[in-house]
């Protein structure tokens, strides 16, 4: 949305801030420049900020920073661009977060998040018997045992 009117050169908002500090009223002063009284309280305000003496309020710099920040996210709406993960999620590593913390969180809003599917994706997936790797992958460390109990036992 476009500005009514534009803004106040900084020069001019400078010399009706010297004349607050002095002890003049915003009010007073917004009668006589044609300028509210609020536009002058902020002035002073960002005045103070920029000389340190406010931490409530942001300095010029500050503001141009967030002003980029802002752009920035503009550009790419709906993407996290990696700030919350990177890449695909594997789907096993999905489903084991699930369970994991189904206790505390219900699965369909944890599925709905990581975008996963609840019904054919995580409940078939509980339901789904060990597949022919992962039950020799669970045989493997005591076949490994025997190995070397034969080899190295006196």
Same mark, same amino acid.
Request: charged share 30%; hydrophobic share 35%; glycine share 6%.
């Given at each position: ?5 534009? &803004?106040?050169? &900084? ?5 009706? =801030? ?11 002063? #917004? ?5 509210? #009284? ?12 920029? #000389?340190?003496? *406010? ?42 977060? =699930? ?33 022919? *790797? ?19 036992? &006196?």
């Amino acid at each position: 949305m476009p500005k009514s009117r534009p &803004p106040y050169p &900084p020069e001019y908002w400078r010399k009706i =801030v010297a004349l607050v500090r002095p002890g003049r009223s915003p009010n007073g002063l #917004a009668i006589e420049f044609e300028c509210s #009284a609020q536009t002058i309280r902020n002035w002073v305000a960002q005045a103070e900020a920029e #000389a340190g003496k *406010r931490e409530d309020v942001l300095t010029s710099t500050e503001r141009e920073e967030l002003r980029k920040l802002r752009r920035e996210i503009r550009q790419h709406p709906g993407k996290s661009d990696g700030l919350v993960r990177t890449g695909d999620l594997d789907p096993r590593q999905g489903f084991e977060f =699930v369970k994991a913390n189904r206790a505390a969180y219900r699965v369909a809003t944890m599925c709905r998040v990581l975008g996963l599917s609840t019904s054919g994706g995580f409940y078939a997936w509980i339901d789904r018997a060990p597949s022919a *790797r992962a039950q020799s992958d669970a045989k493997l460390p005591d076949e490994i045992k025997d190995v070397h109990r034969c080899h190295f036992s &006196p």
